[in-house]
């Protein structure tokens, strides 16, 4: 283990370090530095998480979404560390029995025939392979035309080069151009922000789903080889799309024989109060890709889950899906996998995220109604948003220039809250073993921060 240092002038060699050689995910070493920063963790338990000054913090992010059955599991780590011990990999063309048992798994807890798990290390990454597999499934039945991808506005897929180019609508991939081909951008069923001003959440639905269908009639369902959305989409602060979607949905694309994809990267693992997402329309999708819950962040893993139907097309050696990951499916994180599954079950986690889901969600509507800024809350389980607003009549959204999201998140760490808004908002998706008193703890910590907001940007 690294040895973490205790004394303040260690601590700042530490910090130095890191503004010197580690570049941060989404962060900038000037203005981290500037900040004091980067915070280091030394610790976690449960929903809580301690830095390296001993400062206790609530993480309401769960990581990135991803820390389900929480911080400190000894169960897992003893999973990991057993399995390293007796087998840390595999030679090639073999495999290993954590590997196989979580691929059955996976096949037992999936909607459905979801039968069976190409293994890979991130979402990123299962979403890449899904897209090869819907690519090639329809060149193997003789279907060439089939390239083109629908997926949504507001959605994220992952940063890699393909799926990068999935969802989206922000500037963040001018710098990238150019974009992946056959991209097709399909609107969002979010209500509150509905591109066809739907009143109700039914008829933005429809029309959205409409939509789907106009576009595949635009490009030629020919050239269509898939669509992919989050069944919720975190991305676009927790939308749940009206209840008539997914099911036409899922007509349009057989319809024109287009592959489903359900990205249940976030909501997979409980997230959304069931063990998947889209088992709350009753939908099977014909690919679905899980990661970040699926072993709760112990380890990195994430799988590419395919019906019969559609691995059944790669079966027999002349038929290969040609693609090899060196770290996919690795028997450490397999075992994880595992153990951390193991928990969510015995502990009904998804049960907890439904129902503590709820309860949160209700505290953040009453917050809404003291609180101007507040224009929208949303939300399924622990997979759940706060869309801010500098006006509720006109949803007009506040604008860097305001501070707005500056002036909140001092307000959250100063509240102790590992929470991060930005001018369009706040998303929320603590682990789900958070405890009803520590929902309360996080409301009283959100309600005094938009309070110093409202004060000192005087909205009343
Ligand atoms: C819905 C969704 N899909 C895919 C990804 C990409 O996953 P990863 O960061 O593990 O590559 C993310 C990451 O946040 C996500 O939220």
Redesign the pocket.
Known sequence: MVEVPKLAKDISELRYSALNHLWMHNRDWVKTGEDGGPDIVVDGNGIEVTDIEGKTWVDVNGG???VNSGYGRTEIANAARAQMEQMQYFPQGTTTAPLIKLAEKIASLSPGDLQRSWPVS??????ETALKIAKSYHKRLGDNGRYKIISRRG??????GG?MWLGGGGSSRSDYEPAVPGMIYAPQPNQYRCEFNGRTDEECAIRCAEAVENLILFHGPDTVAAFIA?PV???SLAAVPGDPYWPMVRDICDKYGILLIA?E???GFGRTGKMFALEHWEIVPDIM?V??GITSSYL?L?ATVSTSRISDVFAGEQNLFRQALTFGGHPVCAASALANIEIIESENLVNNSARTGLYLLNKLKELQENHPIVGDVRGLGLLLGLELVKNRDTKESFTPKSGMSKILNKEFRANGLILFATDKGVSLSPPLCIKRSEVDFIIDGIHKSLSTVEKELSIL
């Open positions: 990135y979404s991803s991130g979402g990123s990454e299962a979403n959605s994220y897929h992952g940063a890699t799926v989050e989409s975190a991305s990205d990267v976030i909501t890709t990661a970040k990195p994430a």
